[in-house]
């Protein structure tokens, strides 16, 4: 997850509502001319900030995320390497999330 203010796309995106496994669904957004999925935003989120989650292997400059969620779901091509930080469901932030992350988000909170 990172701040909408912390995150800009250079070129247009397109996006369309789709359902998540809480209910409330979720905005993705793609990229017009080929159609990668770059983010999307939760709507159980809408308003708690301004985060979205970036699918980051669509980053100009790429990192390494501390969790994968909903791998129950995921496309079986998909491989993820590092399995340790693999949850088929939404994980506890507190415990996953590095002290560095963790205090980043209590910064932008504030």
């Given at each position: 997850m990172?701040?909408e203010?912390?995150?800009?796309?250079?070129g247009?995106?397109?996006?369309?509502?789709?359902?998540?496994?809480?209910?409330?669904g979720?905005?993705?957004?793609?990229?017009?001319i080929?159609?990668?999925?770059v983010?999307c935003?939760?709507?159980i989120s809408?308003?708690?900030g301004?985060?979205?989650?970036v699918?980051?292997?669509?980053?100009?400059n790429?990192?390494t995320?501390d969790?994968?969620?909903f791998?129950?779901?995921?496309?079986?091509?998909?491989?993820?390497?590092?399995?340790?930080?693999?949850?088929?469901?939404?994980?506890?932030?507190?415990?996953?999330?590095s002290?560095?992350?963790?205090?980043?988000?209590k910064?932008?909170m504030?």
């Amino acid at each position: 997850m990172v701040f909408e203010d912390d995150f800009s796309v250079d070129g247009n995106v397109s996006s369309t509502e789709l359902p998540t496994g809480s209910g409330k669904g979720m905005r993705a957004y793609f990229c017009v001319i080929c159609g990668v999925y770059v983010y999307c935003q939760y709507n159980i989120s809408s308003g708690k900030g301004g985060r979205i989650a970036v699918r980051t292997a669509t980053l100009e400059n790429p990192v390494t995320p501390d969790a994968h969620i909903f791998v129950k779901d995921k496309d079986p091509w998909i491989d993820i390497v590092n399995k340790n930080i693999c949850y088929d469901e939404m994980y506890d932030r507190d415990k996953t999330w590095s002290k560095e992350s963790l205090k980043r988000l209590k910064e932008k909170m504030n």
